[in-house]
C-alpha cells in the first residue's frame, strides 16, 4: 500500500470513529481525535454565536454541550468523499433528532469538511443550517440562551 493509500485510509477510519464516538457521547475518546491546536469554524453561524473554536479542549466543551439540548435519534444519508490530499475528506450526513427543551424535531443535514495532520483532526469546517436549529429551539433568542448563556443580547 502506498504511503498515500495508508494516509488516506486512516484519514477514513478517524471521520468514522468521530462519527461513532459523538453519536454514542463518548466525549473521552472523541477528543483523542483532535490536535492540541485545532481549529473548529462554523462559517454559518448566525450573528453573536461563536463561529470559531480553537483548541482541542474548546472544542470538545461546546460539542459535548450541545448534546444537553439535542437527543440524536439516528445519523443518516452519510456520504464520504475522499479528496485528492489524503488528510482531508468531506462529509455530507443527516441528523435526525429531537430538541430536548422543546421535543421538536431537529432534522439537520451537514457538510463537514476534516483535514488531519499528523494522524488527528487539525481543521473542521462544518456547513449547516442555523435556521433548522433556531426554529426547532423555538426561535433565535431561545438557541442563543441555549448555546451561548450570558453572551450579549441573550
Not at 90 to 110: A, C, H, M, T
Request: hydrophobic share 35%; proline share 5%; charged share 20%.
Amino acid at each position: 500500500m502506498s504511503d498515500d493509500n495508508a494516509i488516506r485510509q486512516h484519514t477514513l477510519s478517524v471521520v468514522q470513529s468521530y462519527l461513532a464516538l459523538l453519536s454514542q457521547g463518548r466525549w473521552n475518546e472523541w477528543r483523542e481525535l483532535w490536535s492540541e491546536d485545532s481549529v473548529l469554524e462554523f462559517p454559518y453561524a448566525p450573528e453573536g454565536a461563536v463561529n470559531r473554536y480553537v483548541g482541542r479542549d474548546a472544542i470538545v466543551a461546546y460539542m459535548s454541550g450541545t448534546a444537553d439540548h439535542i437527543t440524536v435519534h439516528g445519523v443518516t444519508s452519510v456520504q464520504v468523499h475522499p479528496l485528492l490530499d489524503p488528510n482531508a475528506v468531506i462529509v455530507e450526513l443527516r441528523i435526525d433528532g429531537s430538541i430536548r427543551s422543546s421535543n421538536k424535531p431537529y432534522n439537520q443535514r451537514y457538510v463537514t469538511f476534516f483535514q488531519l495532520t499528523d494522524g488527528k483532526i487539525q481543521h473542521y469546517r462544518e456547513y449547516w443550517s442555523p435556521l433548522i436549529t433556531m426554529e426547532a429551539m423555538g426561535g433565535y433568542d431561545a438557541y442563543m440562551r441555549a448555546l451561548y448563556p450570558g453572551r450579549v443580547g441573550c
